[in-house]
C-alpha cells in the first residue's frame, strides 16, 4: 500500500504590540516573573477587558498580507476550559466570526515548483501564562497571559515535513515583513500545532488525525511529522484503530505520546464574550491599512532579479530576509555597484555573522560603510585583500573604512615604478629562485609574488605586480 500525509497546520503568532490584548499591561520578553499583571490579565473578579484597537489593526493587516478576505463583521467568543495557567479559566477568542477567511500563501518546493496553501482562518486571542517545572514544584508566570496571539489555520493542503517548513517558514517572512510579530520561535513568539493523518494514496477520505501540540523549532516539527507518518502507518497495517486525539512530541525521545483524546467544539462550550462589543469594520480601514503593506518576500525576489540582475539564489536568500535585503538595497545607493554588494553580503558578511551566531543588527555595520568600502576597492585605493582584513574592523568597530584605511597606512601602492624598484630587488637577491622557475618550477611564481606583497606588507595592487613581474622576468632573465 502507498501511502499519502496529509497535513494541516495552526500556527500562533504573537502579536508586538506594545500593550497586551485586553489591557494597559507590557508585553515584553524576558521581564521578572509576575511583573506585567494587573486584574484585568489575572482574570480577578469585576475587571473588565477593553480590545487592544492594534490587535484588530495587525489582524487585518496579516489576513491582506496571506490574501485573505476579512470579515466586515466580527466578535470575540468565550472558550472555556480549565487549565493552570488561564487565570480567567477561560480563553477570549473568536469562534463564528474569525477576523479572515479563505487566504493562501505560495510556497516553492526544491524542484522549483510552486504550490498554493490554503488558509481556513484566521482569528484573534488572548495568550495563556507559562508554567515552569522543577523537579518538585512547579511555578507560575502571568506575564504572558493576555499577550495577543493570532492563530492562523491552515487547510490540510500540505503532504510532507518540507512543504510545512516551507509553509512556517513563507508565514514568518510575511509577517516579519509587515512587522506584526518578530516570529522568534525560540522565544515562543511563533508555535506550530500540526494536524497529521495518512491515507491510500488513491483514497479520497481523509485519515484519522492527531494533533502534536506546541512544536518549537523546524527540526521538531520535521521530526514530528515523520514520526506521526510511520506510527500512523504501521497502526493502519496492523489493522489497529486510529482515535482522534492530542499528542505531544517528546524531544529527549524523539517520539509523540499521547495527552488526550482530542476535544470537540462543543467540549468548550463557546459562547459569545459579552464584555467586548461586536466590530464592523468599514472599507476606509481595510484600504487605509492595506496602504501600510510593504512589498512581500516574492513582489520582492521578482525585483531583485529584474531590477539589480541578481542570480534567482541570491535574489531568493536577500528577499527572504527584508532587513537584508534593505541592507543590501541601501549599499547598493551608495556604491552603485549591485555585483559586488551582493558578493559581499552573501560571502564575507554572511561568514562572519554565521560564524559569530549574529544577526546584521547586532552588529556595527553599516550600510555607507559597506559601499565605501566597494568604491574604495573599485578606485583601487585599496586591494580587495586589504579589504577583506578591514571588513571585521568595519563589522565589530562601526567605523568607515576610509579612517581605517588612513589609520593603518593601508592605500594601496599603484606606484608602477615604486613597484617596479621592488620587484628587481627581489629578483635579484633571489637569482637561484629566478633560474629554478625559468627551468620550469612554475609554482616559484606565485612565491615570488608573495614575496612582493610581504615587502610591501599587503600594499601592491596586486594586478601591476602581476604585470611587472612577468614582464621583469621574461626581459631580463631569458
Ligand atoms: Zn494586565
Known amino acids: 500500500m502507498e501511502f499519502q500525509t496529509v497535513i494541516g497546520l495552526e500556527v500562533h503568532v504573537e502579536l508586538n504590540t506594545k500593550s497586551k490584548i485586553f489591557c494597559g499591561c507590557s508585553t515584553e520578553f524576558g521581564a521578572e516573573p509576575n ?3 494587573c486584574p484585568v490579565c489575572l482574570g480577578l473578579p469585576g475587571a473588565l477587558p477593553v480590545l487592544n484597537k492594534k490587535v484588530v489593526d495587525y489582524a487585518i493587516k496579516t489576513g491582506l498580507a496571506l490574501n485573505c478576505d476579512i470579515a466586515r463583521y466580527t466578535m470575540m467568543d468565550r472558550k472555556n476550559y ?10 477570549i477568542t473568536q469562534d463564528r466570526f474569525p477576523i479572515c477567511r479563505e487566504g493562501n ?3 516553492e518546493l526544491g524542484n522549483g515548483e510552486k504550490k498554493s ?3 481556513e482562518r484566521i482569528h484573534m486571542e488572548d495568550d495563556a501564562g507559562k508554567l515552569i517545572h522543577n523537579e518538585k514544584e512547579t511555578f507560575i508566570d502571568f506575564n504572558r497571559a493576555g499577550v495577543p496571539l493570532l ?7 500540505m503532504n510532507s515535513a518540507e512543504e510545512a517548513i516551507l509553509y512556517v517558514e513563507k508565514l514568518r517572512s510575511i509577517l516579519t515583513c509587515i512587522g506584526v510579530s518578530d516570529c522568534k520561535m525560540e522565544e515562543g513568539s511563533l508555535r506550530v500545532d500540526l494536524n497529521i493523518s495518512v491515507k491510500q494514496v488513491e483514497s479520497k477520505e481523509l485519515g484519522v488525525r492527531a494533533e502534536i501540540k506546541n512544536l518549537n523549532s523546524f527540526k521538531f516539527l520535521e521530526k514530528a511529522v515523520n514520526y506521526e507518518r510511520e506510527r500512523q502507518i504501521k497502526a493502519i497495517e496492523n489493522n489497529e484503530v486510529l482515535f482522534m486525539e492530542t499528542r505531544r512530541w517528546d524531544e529527549k525521545n524523539n517520539i509523540t505520546l499521547s495527552m488526550r483524546n482530542k476535544e470537540e467544539a462543543q467540549d468548550y462550550r463557546y459562547f459569545p464574550e459579552g464584555d467586548i462589543l461586536e466590530m464592523i469594520i468599514s472599507e476606509k480601514e481595510i484600504e487605509d491599512i492595506k496602504s501600510t503593506i510593504p512589498e512581500l518576500e516574492h513582489e ?6 529584474k531590477e539589480y540582475n541578481l542570480s534567482n539564489y541570491d535574489a531568493s536568500v536577500l528577499s527572504k530576509d527584508y532587513k537584508l535585503a534593505h541592507f543590501f538595497e541601501k549599499t547598493v545607493k551608495s556604491c552603485k555597484d549591485s555585483k559586488a554588494a551582493v558578493n559581499w553580503i552573501m560571502g564575507d558578511i554572511s561568514c562572519y555573522l554565521n560564524e559569530n551566531k549574529l544577526e546584521l543588527n547586532e552588529t556595527k555595520l553599516k550600510a555607507e560603510n559597506l559601499g565605501e568600502l566597494i568604491k574604495l576597492i573599485k578606485d583601487k585605493v585599496i586591494s580587495s585583500t586589504i579589504g577583506k582584513k578591514i571588513l571585521v574592523n568595519i563589522i565589530e568597530e562601526g567605523k568607515s573604512p576610509k579612517d581605517i584605511v588612513k589609520e593603518k597606512g593601508l592605500i594601496q601602492n599603484n606606484d608602477e615604478k615604486a613597484i617596479l624598484e621592488m620587484i628587481r630587488g627581489i629578483l635579484s637577491k633571489n637569482q637561484d629562485k629566478v633560474k629554478e622557475y625559468l627551468e620550469g618550477k612554475g609554482n616559484l611564481y606565485t612565491w615570488f609574488v608573495g614575496q612582493i606583497m610581504k615587502e610591501s606588507r599587503g600594499k601592491a595592487n596586486p594586478s601591476i605586480v602581476n604585470k611587472l613581474l612577468k614582464s621583469e622576468i621574461e626581459n631580463n632573465f631569458k
Open 117 to 119: 496553501i490554503g488558509i
Open 300 to 305: 520582492k525576489k521578482d525585483r531583485f532579479i
Open 35 to 37: 511583573t506585567e499583571v
Open 151 to 157: 492563530e492562523i489555520v491552515s487547510k490540510p493542503h
Open 82 to 91: 480549565f487549565y493552570p495557567d488561564s487565570p480567567k479559566n477561560y480563553q
Open 105 to 107: 500563501v505560495e510556497i
